[in-house]
């Protein structure tokens, strides 16, 4: 018998369409009476919140964490389920900060419990069975939708609507869910993680386009902010007055942080002239690799948190 303990947090997994075909909050989670095809498992529920996942903020994250931290002494593994706009990024912030053995996997729907084709029930079932899996031991956190299982460093929303929203760009899914056994494709590669005891840091992220005004980055050099992400250009690159505005948040002592806002593919420094990558690191600027930018955010969080120095920083934040 495996012992799963199971978080709800809320999402549109725990909603209902009401009688104009809008999508809602209820009191009870549909989740809890749920009936499942799983004799072999032990289920302790927990519904630790009930928000759709917009709500959701670092703070929600830590709490998450808090309950978790010592969850490998009582259980076999967790499952967590999650609205699935910012599923992607309490994933990241767990996988961060928790070094467990157990399986940790989150799973939602993109359909609430009672609409046609609802996939709310299934995806929660699926996220049972890869939790119960011998084979989901040492893989971090793990997302379960649509019979797929991803890596929760490499996991995104690709899509606003479509069930097969989620999915890895750089790696593809780890693994899939079959009708009776789970596989696994790729194991990944050795990860640092911090444990976390606030969430206090105030981190934007700002997205590069064509034009863009340095003055903005200049203000936020003055506003009190901790450190900054930017989604720049191509492989990360941007513009002369950006890259000015840039290096006034330097001077001001504020880690920049660089990924690529191109889907797919890494941020290194390639060219170098002013606003090209070269020049940018060479300012002190730190590149993010295989990570977006809501991403690295949340990592440039825990190693600010952790009073990483900047050399230690700039390892963690290359590190994939």
Do not use: C
């Amino acid at each position: 018998m495996k012992r799963i303990l199971v978080l709800h947090t809320g999402g549109t997994i725990a909603m209902h369409e009401d009688v104009d075909g809008d999508v809602e909050q209820g009191a009870q989670n549909p989740l809890n009476d749920a009936h499942l095809d799983l004799p072999e498992v032990e289920l302790t529920t927990e519904n630790i919140f009930n928000l759709p996942s917009e709500h959701i903020t670092p703070t929600h994250m830590l709490a998450l964490y808090n309950r978790l931290k010592d969850a490998e002494q009582d259980f076999d593994g967790v499952v967590i389920t999650h609205g699935t706009d910012t599923l992607e990024e309490t994933s990241f912030f767990l996988d961060g900060t928790l070094s467990f053995e157990i399986p940790i996997v989150m799973t939602g729907a993109m359909r609430s419990s009672n609409e046609l084709g609802s996939d709310g029930l299934y995806n929660f079932q699926s996220a049972l069975r890869v939790a119960i899996d011998k084979q989901s031991k040492n893989r971090g956190v793990m997302v379960v939708l649509n019979d797929e299982i991803h890596a929760a460093r490499f996991v995104t929303k690709t899509h606003a609507t479509n069930v097969a929203t989620f999915a890895s760009p750089i790696s593809g899914a780890m693994g899939m869910v079959n009708k009776r056994k789970i596989l696994f494709f790729y194991d990944l590669p050795y990860k640092q993680t911090y444990p976390i005891k606030a969430v206090d840091k105030r981190i934007p992220v700002m997205k590069a386009y064509a034009g863009m005004d340095g003055h903005i980055l200049s203000l936020l050099a003055d506003s009190g902010i901790d450190g900054i992400v930017i989604e720049a250009l191509g492989a990360g690159n941007l513009g002369e007055d950006a890259a000015l505005g840039v290096l006034k948040l330097l001077d001001a002592g504020i880690p920049v942080v660089i990924v690529s806002r191109s889907f797919k593919g890494i941020a290194e420094p390639v060219y170098d002239y002013l606003g090209g990558g070269v020049q940018l690191e060479k300012a002190g600027a730190i590149f993010a690799s295989a990570v977006n930018g809501q991403k690295a955010r949340l990592k440039l969080l825990i190693g600010l948190e952790n009073q990483l120095n900047t050399n230690d920083l700039n390892n963690y934040l290359h590190e994939f």
